[in-house]
């Protein structure tokens, strides 16, 4: 008997959480999209990128320049180690902070992000004005 006064009462309160997760994701089926259409769709009004092949690529060189750069302040050992994280899909700024850097090095690649990344600071400076 005390397990059925366990049992019911979960078994309800799972009943409605699930019930209620199920009402508030939004229908997928065809008759949900068939309503008077006075809603604006999202992806008609959404901003494009004009982001082109060449765009990418840049950035793709610029970052490599980039990494030239830190790679050359870096020892052997940190070069090697700073490689294999980011082929473990780290970012460079983490693999960076778990590099063991010293002052010297430190500085220099703060400079080096500070000049190579220096027109997204106004950008940003910009949006939130």
Do not use: W
Not at 32 to 42: E, L
Not at 66 to 87: F, G, H, M, Y
Request: proline fraction near 3%; hydrophobic fraction near 30%; glycine fraction near 6%.
């Amino acid at each position: 008997m005390l397990k059925k006064q366990i049992i019911v009462p979960t078994l309800l309160l799972a009943t409605i959480l699930i019930g209620g997760v199920t009402g508030c994701t939004s229908s997928k089926s065809p008759d949900a999209s068939q309503g008077d259409n006075s809603g604006t769709n999202v992806s008609e009004n959404a901003p494009t990128t004009n982001t082109s092949k060449a765009d990418t690529s840049q950035r793709g060189q610029h970052r490599e320049a980039v990494r030239q750069q830190i790679e050359a302040i870096l020892t052997p050992d940190q070069v090697k180690q700073l490689s294999a994280k980011l082929q473990q899909g780290e970012k460079m700024r983490n693999a960076l902070s778990s590099l063991n850097l010293n002052a010297d090095q430190k500085t220099k690649i703060q400079q080096i992000f500070k000049t190579a990344y220096s027109h997204h600071q106004g950008q940003s400076q910009e949006n939130s004005q």
